[in-house]
C-alpha cells in the first residue's frame, strides 16, 4: 500500500493490488452479508491460519468480504 497527499480516499493502492480487489468482486468472492459482526469469527482464522484448510466457499467468501470492506 502506498499514500498520496490530497486524495478523497485514505488509500492508495498499487495496480496489481487494485487487480486482485477487482476479481475478488467480480468472481463472487466478496458477497453482502453483516460482515461488521462475524469479525470476532474471522480473527479466529488470524489466531489459527490452519483453520483456513477445513474452510467451506461460504467460510472463504465471508474472509475475503471482511478483509476487503475493513
Do not use: G
Not at 9 to 36: G, H, M, Q, R
Not at 56 to 64: E, H, P, R, V
Amino acid at each position: 500500500m502506498q499514500t498520496e497527499s490530497l486524495t478523497l480516499d485514505p488509500y492508495c493502492y498499487f495496480k496489481e493490488f487494485e487487480k486482485f480487489i477487482k476479481a475478488l468482486y467480480e468472481e463472487n468472492f466478496v458477497i453482502s452479508f453483516d460482515w461488521t459482526t462475524w469479525q470476532n469469527e474471522a480473527q479466529c482464522f488470524i489466531q489459527h491460519p490452519e483453520l483456513l484448510n477445513s474452510a467451506d466457499i461460504s467460510t472463504l467468501q465471508k474472509l475475503l468480504t471482511t478483509d476487503v470492506r475493513s
